[in-house]
């Protein structure tokens, strides 16, 4: 793919007090794609995030913004990104208009560009009815979409946007969504970060693993999944205590690339189910286990989060201070 | 230069629409502080208090100049909590990601600080009036009362922001507030004249910049500048290096905080 990049990390570690949050991290964005930061809490990717939008330094390394550093050139990426932050970093006191008037000086804007904006950003996210609310009467969803319009106040090159709907329901996340990919379809870069699996998959076209501070992997969705090479049959077993002998049993049998023994069974990659599958019951018959329940996926997203992490991503340590 | 004001005018005014919106909160912290000190503890004491000492005709002109300084020093420390709010919910980053100078929301505060506190000193310097307190060196000498509550104001707001950015929870910041706030008003000439104080407690006012303050402004209020002249000198002196201190503190711990 040759697309212009938009944002380019290299070589990029950041120590607190001895303590790395993230270590020699590289990658780079390509303009006008939805860029993913996917792992669990704590594993770096605010620290990521929050240097890209200038407010932290980088102990090593750089981060470019459309050619501009990140600490060097600070003022000029300033004027070119917009922030959502994950915390909703909304004053209860002020009102919906009020907030992106705020802004809007901020920005430096003109008051008649002021107002034509405030009055397209609140009619796109929907909130132009309750604009002269203070925020304090909003809901969950309705002070996100306020989060999103400060985001796109400035009319930004690059959006970034910090787990966008952490802890929203079903429906307001959907709508977010939809915002993203209109953005996208506007030609906006966005990068965003998130903990949640379906929203990297379906909203990302390419995203990076990033845990304990390190780059597992990058790629699109599609890539990553089949990069694992192999579909999954996950075994249920009646009784589990000898659950290592089928392991070893089966490791290394045709058509079986990896075997990972879970809570409850066994998950087998294979190559192709058609052979595996009749090996696998044999196998389980010869030996008298009892199959309850058996179930083949195709990879999921949360494979390749468990194929290059070695854990799931809601079984990850919760950490503070990212 | 044009950008700069607009960001400063268009983040103090957030200030001044919060408090606006928080009428309680508004109406407690403008009376509080006469209603208690000024009005019941002025009075309480009228008679408890030996003129002798105070050097004063009654307990309530003696304690303007305190209550005055006083209401500084809890606005002035108080001054950086709507900063630590912002930054705990993350307004603070929502502004700073923006392309602002990085003073303008500093700025914004300590002119929304001083310009309440200035009001509000008038307010109580009203309500002394009511109760027969005349300053004795007219409008000009109310003037050198605002310029010196400035002053001191401005050091203990850069102390509070400077805590504001470095504590670690909003906890920690009330803690420390709490424990700050009343020893700095027992040791010092507020309430009481030095020379009435057990020695050991007036060796540790003198080190309190507050003593400096209220020992300007009271002179200020109760006799002449002849004699507050030579006060009000001095504390400019010891204003401009506590609050040299003060901004270098506060300039680091947010430097520290956003880098």
């Known amino acids: ?322 | 230069m044009t950008q700069y004001w607009q960001e400063i005018s268009a983040l103090t005014m957030r200030w001044v629409r919060r408090l606006s919106r928080e009428k309680f909160s508004m109406l407690f912290t403008l009376v509080q502080p006469m209603l208690f000190w000024l009005i019941f503890f002025g009075n309480l004491f009228q008679r408890a208090a030996d003129p002798q000492v105070t050097q004063a005709p009654n307990y309530i002109s003696f304690l303007a100049a305190g209550v005055v300084v006083m209401t500084v020093l809890n606005n002035g420390l108080a001054g950086g909590v709507d900063l630590l709010f912002d930054k705990e919910n993350g307004f603070l980053e929502r502004l700073m990601s923006t392309p602002i100078h990085r003073t303008s929301v500093i700025l914004s505060r300590f002119i929304f600080v001083m310009t309440i506190t200035s009001l509000q000193v008038l307010v109580i310097l009203g309500v002394a009036f009511l109760f027969g307190v005349h300053p004795a060196t007219g409008l000009l000498g109310i003037a050198a009362i605002l310029l010196i509550g400035m002053m001191f104001g401005v050091g203990l707001t850069a102390i509070s922001m400077a805590m504001a950015f470095s504590v670690k929870s909003h906890g920690d910041f009330f803690s420390v507030l709490g424990f700050l706030s009343l020893p700095m008003i027992f040791l010092s000439s507020a309430l009481v004249p030095l020379t009435a104080m057990p020695g050991w407690m007036s060796l540790l006012a003198k080190f309190n910049p507050m003593t400096w303050a209220i020992d300007a402004v009271r002179p200020l209020i109760l006799s002449s500048w002849s004699e507050a002249l030579p006060h009000v000198a001095m504390v400019v002196v010891v204003m401009v290096v506590f609050d040299a201190l003060c901004l270098y503190g506060g300039a680091k711990a947010f430097r520290r905080a956003m880098g």
């Open chain 1, 1 to 322: 793919m040759d697309r212009a990049v938009a944002i380019d990390v290299s070589h990029l570690s950041k120590s607190y007090d001895g303590h790395h949050a993230v270590t020699d991290v590289s990658f780079q964005v390509h303009a006008g794609e939805i860029f993913g930061l996917l792992g669990p809490n704590g594993a770096g990717k605010s620290t990521i995030l929050r240097t890209l939008i200038t407010l932290l330094s980088p102990t090593s390394g750089h981060a470019t913004i459309f050619g501009l550093d990140s600490v060097r050139d600070a003022d000029r990426v300033r004027q070119l990104i917009g922030y959502v932050p994950q915390e909703r970093a909304i004053d209860r006191f002020l009102t919906g208009r009020e907030h992106l008037e705020l802004l809007a000086a901020l920005y430096h804007l003109s008051k008649d560009e002021a107002r034509r904006r405030i009055a397209e950003l609140l009619t796109l996210v929907e909130l132009d009815a309750h604009a002269d609310r203070p925020a304090k009467t909003y809901s969950g969803g309705m002070k996100r979409k306020l989060d999103i319009a400060c985001g796109l106040l400035p009319d930004p090159k690059v959006l970034f946007l910090d787990e966008p709907t952490l802890g929203l329901d079903v429906q307001s996340r959907l709508k977010i969504w939809d915002y993203v990919r209109m953005l996208k379809g506007r030609g906006m870069t966005v990068v965003m970060t998130t903990n949640y699996l379906d929203e990297a998959d379906q909203l990302c076209d390419r995203l990076a693993i990033i845990d304990s501070g390190v780059i597992k992997t990058i790629g699109s969705p599609v890539e990553l999944k089949v990069g694992l090479g192999g579909d999954i049959v996950s075994l249920t077993l009646r009784e589990t205590d000898k659950v290592r002998s089928l392991e070893s049993a089966l490791r290394g049998q045709p058509a079986i690339k990896a075997v990972r023994v879970t809570p409850k069974g066994l998950d087998i990659r294979v190559e192709s189910p058609e052979k595996a599958l009749p090996a696998i019951l044999e196998s389980a018959n010869r030996m008298g286990y009892s199959v309850e329940f058996i179930q083949y996926n195709r990879p999921r997203l949360d494979d390749v989060f468990l194929a290059h992490t070695g854990r799931r991503i809601e079984e990850a340590p919760v950490g503070d201070g990212e």
